[in-house]
């Protein structure tokens, strides 16, 4: 049985990024196809438009569960101890 990395938690939405953003690809491609045709692309681009929103959408939501994922996983850090510029830290120091 082969080994698998852990999956990030934001896997899952970045693949539907990937996703939604093929297709706002494409319409943004027929857009302008039928804009220079002289064809009606006021559908093309008002799908182009809610594709977009989704992709924001998405990219938000991605940002917000990388930050709660990194508050969890993150440890408290030890305090330590600082010192002064002429403490001696070993024997030899002096």
Known sequence: MALRAPRRPSAPIEEAM???GFFGVVFLVVTIACELSGRPALGWALTLLALVLVVVVLDRWRVLVLRRSADTTSAPSPVVAS????????????
């Open 18 to 20: 990937g996703f939604v």
């Open 83 to 94: 010192r002064g510029p002429g403490d001696a830290t070993r024997a030899s120091d002096g």
